[in-house]
């Protein structure tokens, strides 16, 4: 799946520190999803040097069973960094 960041949400977690909501819009721009990034997890390193409003990433797949959910441990390319 091809599709671009469109926001970015810090939240405070209930285990302590903060978590990120990332909100993404699908390269034909007809279907929303997000992924919920924490920093103290390993993928993190990974997601924090491309999380920009804007960045367009391939090869995001989506948890099983749901239909909005990105895989935090994707794979992912990136198309175009904003």
Avoid: H
């Avoid at 970015?8 to 390269?27: E, L, M, N, W």
């Amino acid at each position: 799946m091809i599709a671009t960041i469109t926001k970015i949400q810090k939240k405070r977690s209930r285990y302590g520190g903060y978590f990120f909501y990332v909100f993404f819009t699908s390269a034909d721009n007809k279907k929303s999803y997000y992924s919920c990034l924490y920093p103290k997890m390993r993928n993190f390193a990974r997601w924090k040097k491309i999380m920009d409003i804007g960045t367009t990433l391939t090869n995001l797949k989506l948890v099983k069973g749901k239909d909005k959910l990105v895989d935090a441990d994707s794979k992912f390319v990136v198309v175009e960094e904003n």
